[in-house]
């Protein structure tokens, strides 16, 4: 009795090992590609003192009623002392002119509206570790910070903008910010080592997606780029 494999048969045992020994290599080039994000971002974050960028803001509401805000403005960075320092100015709210002037520094948010003439001041306290992870995100944080602080994903490379960038998904590993962002979706550019975009996820009743665009790297920042000046006559709201 012949039981040597036929002719047909050995190629199918051939594409089998093939798939195989493919399927078992993409783990390790996911492990390798994500070796090569996470030095990217150390080497980028040794290097950072500030960003400045264009920003696009989506809130996203998925449940009960589907709804989509877009607000557009800048965003500056700065790391200082080893402290991150952010300021966001608002100027279009689904495409109607709105001024908003969003500053976090040294533990307390400010969110200005100088059509309402308000100011709301926001002490962050006990969750200042927590808000810290998200604020250097792809800006500052580092490789090694981003792999302590989240479970980190490769899943590949993706169009962004004009240029593509490397997808990773991110799992928070303390429970306190799991309740808040369960999956964060984070795309890099390779070659400047920051962020491009950025997508939040709250649960299932929708997300956040921001988008970065005409990125400056470790510029000159304007003087008191971190203060708000207010109108006469604002009222200030401490919470």
């Known amino acids: 009795m012949n039981l040597s494999p036929t002719a047909p048969s050995r190629r199918i045992l051939v594409s089998i090992a093939l798939l195989l020994a493919a399927a078992a290599a993409i783990p390790a080039r996911a ?10 971002l150390d080497a980028s974050a040794a290097k950072f003192k500030s960003a400045q960028a264009d920003i696009t803001w989506d809130n996203v509401q998925t449940q009960p009623i589907p709804d989509t805000d877009r607000q557009g403005g800048t965003i500056l960075f700065e790391r200082k002392g080893g402290e991150t320092q952010v300021a966001l100015h608002i100027k279009t709210d689904n495409g109607k002119s709105v001024l908003k002037d ?15 003439k308000q100011m709301q001041v926001f002490k962050v306290g006990d969750k200042k570790t927590e808000l810290d992870a998200f604020l250097t995100l792809g800006f500052g944080g580092s490789g090694q910070d981003l ?12 169009k962004v903008g ?15 910010v799991a309740k808040t962002a369960p999956k964060v979706i984070l795309w890099i550019d390779m070659d400047k080592g920051v962020a491009v975009k950025q997508q939040r996820f709250n649960g299932d009743s929708g997300y ?20 708000i000046k207010t109108a006469s006559g604002t009222q200030v709201v401490n919470h």
């Open 31 to 40: 492990a390798d590609d994500l070796d090569k994000v996470v030095a990217r």
């Open 102 to 116: 969003m500053v976090y520094a040294g533990g307390v948010g400010k969110l200005y509206e100088p059509a309402l």
């Open 147 to 158: 792999k302590k602080n989240w479970q980190v994903s490769y899943l590949g490379t993706e």
């Open 162 to 176: 004009d240029g593509t960038a490397a997808k990773l998904q991110l799992i928070p590993r303390d429970p306190a």
């Open 208 to 227: 956040v997606t921001f988008g970065y665009s005409n990125i400056r790297l470790n510029g000159n920042l304007p003087s008191g780029a971190f203060e």
